[in-house]
Nanobody, 121 residues
Framework: VQLQASGGGSVQAGGSLRLSCAASGRTFRSYVMGWFRQAPGKERVFVAA????????LYADSVKDRFTISRDNAKNAVYLQMNSLKPEDTAVYFC???????????????WGQGTLVTVSS
């Protein structure tokens, strides 16, 4: 599956952004989808993941209660609604497709190109 993330931008602290990830191919619904982020000078880390049906969601502690992952299998898309953004949320955000709802990068086999989110204080 090919993935393309979009929706990044610049926002002030406390603001909101919604990231989207469009997937190609008719097998989208067979993939677990995840979001990861990489801050400047840091390693890429897990943000959120969602099961094939959307019934199970997993979040990093740092974004729990602020971010919401969702998917629309009819539109081959996964979303990340980000509220109450903080400067430490500044990063390039990547969507990824995998087989299991996991936090490890190596569990995901396909990656989008990333979209930059900048949060100013």
């Amino acid at each position: 599956v090919q993935l393309q993330a979009s929706g990044g931008g610049s926002v002030q602290a406390g603001g909101s952004l919604r990231l989207s990830c469009a997937a190609s191919g008719r097998t989208f619904r067979s993939y677990v989808m995840g979001w990861f982020r990489q801050a400047p000078g840091k390693e890429r880390v897990f943000v959120a993941a969602i099961s094939r049906s959307g019934g199970r969601k997993l979040y990093a502690d740092s974004v729990k209660d602020r971010f919401t992952i969702s998917r629309d299998n009819a539109k081959n898309a996964v979303y990340l609604q980000m509220n109450s953004l903080k400067p430490e949320d500044t990063a390039v955000y990547f969507c990824a497709a995998g087989e299991f709802v996991e936090v490890e990068e190596y569990e995901y086999e396909s990656w989008g190109q990333g979209t930059l989110v900048t949060v100013s204080s």
